[in-house]
């Protein structure tokens, strides 16, 4: 009873010594408020001071049930869970035990990734289907082409880590917390407190438009490739998309981005075996390899059509919050990243040059079709394979965000939450996922130009999550931490971004005019 007394003496002490700081922390972030600039909102304040109280209980000895019937009212909210106990943590290395999900299971029961499968993840990412055009890049680039492959891996590179840095804020201690989930909830932060909800919406519409087109390409890919491999076959295209999306319907059915990796492990390897066979069959040919067709000049019609492939192919910051909560070790983020950018450009590099050297000006938007037909159907086979493998990551990133949407967003979803108390997923989360694969189906067989309105949806997803969006939000959230040259890296990034997205808009849209007007297929 005495120890209970001097505790709760304790608290009111400390709380009135945070009451003191806060007031005259406020009148200094009020300065920065005004200017456009803040470090935290009044939510995420209020959540730093509840998890202290937290963990100074937990370190007193007191037990949470104890704890719960003292400050019953106070830190309990309708769904059974801890205010500022499931959105904040005390340091990079994950959750509290004690954090509970919506549905009742606790967050350690959630399988977490090493910094290996982490890796293989922003690989396979960055290393898709779109590198098979990177030769092409270089046929409208020259030298610009390779330096624009080192150029976007080196930018990629270093928005997904300002990205990162904008889930995490400094405590009172001085030391980063985790106050951030997602990219919604960056978003939500940089809007606040005018409009809270408005730049949440704004990136979950851009994220599952980007999420969603991807999934569609590869169904698109797989059904045209099976297609030309076995041209004798009575199956038209439409029939092998067909198929292909009856083996990803098992995807309806992932559970956590562990299965995910296992899937990107193989899709890798997959890719490999695609590229040593077409660089093998380019090394045959190294004699008659045309080096002075690498010219510095480019062709200023279609080379922005070359950056939208280039830009594309290292697109991974939509799902980057996600990946980094699931990791083990977050404080090897950065790590990762680097060197999986670093070999992502070595790989891409070689692979353009010594393609686009083995075939010069014959060069063709998809290179697979400048093989001899026999290696052809080989290269074809592994690269359906590799679509398919692709496809879960996308897919599983895009339900996150639905269900997050809909039916785990507190009392704001618009459905019941999509999850059981055990965890197991009810019927309607299941439909949800099963009408995405076919939803994926559908666009894929009915969109007669695809190739032209992923031009158009990356152009205005891909260079606003990844270029415009993460500069502006490191600025708005983390200026006060910011030095000089950071400050220029943002601005020139928000800028180049800009120029490519309106560009990209701009042939994407002719393009698509020009193919409804003379009737046009992909």
């Not at 999900?101 to 499968?117: A, C, M, Y």
């Not at 008659?288 to 830009?311: H, L, Q, R």
């Amino acid at each position: 009873m005495a120890h209970l007394i001097r505790h709760k003496l304790t608290n009111k002490l400390t709380n009135a010594a945070h009451t003191v700081s806060n007031k005259s922390q406020a009148k200094v972030s009020g300065v920065f408020a005004r200017l456009g600039f803040q470090a935290a909102t009044d939510e995420e304040g209020l959540g730093f001071a509840e998890c202290d109280d937290l963990d100074y209980d937990y370190r007193q000895g007191m037990q949470m049930n104890v704890l719960q019937g003292e400050e019953d009212g106070r830190h309990m909210n309708g769904e059974g869970e801890m205010e500022g106990d499931s959105h904040y943590q005390r340091d990079g290395t994950g959750r509290r035990p004690s954090t509970l999900k919506t549905g009742g299971s606790l967050e350690e029961d959630k399988p977490k990734i090493t910094t290996w499968e982490a890796g293989w993840n922003v690989t396979n990412a960055i290393q898709g289907m779109f590198v098979l055009g990177l030769p092409y890049a270089i046929l409208h680039g020259g030298y610009l082409g390779l330096f624009l492959i080192i150029f976007a891996a080196v930018v990629c590179c270093y928005t997904g880590k300002i990205l990162i840095a904008c889930l995490y804020e400094d405590n009172e201690d001085g030391i980063k917390v985790r106050v951030r989930d997602s990219y919604v909830d960056i978003a939500n932060a940089c809007c606040a407190p005018r409009f809270p909800s408005v730049g949440g919406h704004v990136v979950n519409v851009a994220q599952i438009i980007e999420l969603v087109m991807t999934c569609i390409l590869y169904v698109v890919v797989s059904g045209n490739l099976m297609y030309n491999s076995f041209p004798g076959f009575p199956v038209s295209q439409k029939a092998w998309s067909v198929v292909a999306t009856i083996a990803l319907l098992p995807c309806a059915f992932l559970k956590n981005l562990k299965a995910v990796s296992k899937f990107s492990l193989l899709c890798t390897l997959a890719h490999f075996v695609i590229n040593v066979l077409v660089i093998a069959y380019c090394l045959s040919r190294a004699r008659e390899w045309a080096w002075e067709k690498v010219k510095f000049y480019i062709d200023v019609k279609k080379f922005p059509i070359s950056i939208g492939i280039i830009v594309f192919s290292y697109t991974s910051q939509i799902f980057l919050p996600s990946l980094e909560g699931n990791m083990q070790r977050p404080s090897e983020f950065h790590c990762m990243m680097e060197w999986s950018h670093i070999a992502a450009c070595v790989l891409k590099g070689l692979f353009a040059l010594v393609a686009y050297l083995t075939w010069a000006d014959a060069t063709k938007e998809v290179i697979t079709d400048n093989l001899p037909y026999t290696i052809r159907a080989v290269v074809n086979i592994f690269l359906v394979a590799k679509a398919l493998l692709s496809y879960p990551l996308p897919f599983f990133a895009a339900v996150e965000v639905l269900e997050k949407s809909l039916f785990q967003d507190g009392g704001r979803a618009l459905f019941p939450n999509c999850y059981g108390p055990g965890g197991q997923l009810k019927s309607w989360g299941l439909a949800l996922r099963i009408g995405l694969v076919v939803f994926t189906l559908l666009m894929a067989v009915f969109v007669p130009h695809f190739a032209l309105l992923m031009g158009l949806t990356g152009s205005l997803t891909g260079a606003g999550l990844c270029f415009l969006l993460p500069s502006l939000f490191h600025l708005k959230l983390q200026w006060r931490n910011l030095q000089w040259h950071h400050v220029f890296f943002d601005v020139a990034i928000f800028v180049i971004g800009g120029i490519c997205a309106i560009s990209g808009f701009i042939h994407s849209i002719e393009g698509l005019i020009e193919a409804f007007k003379y009737n046009i297929q992909d």
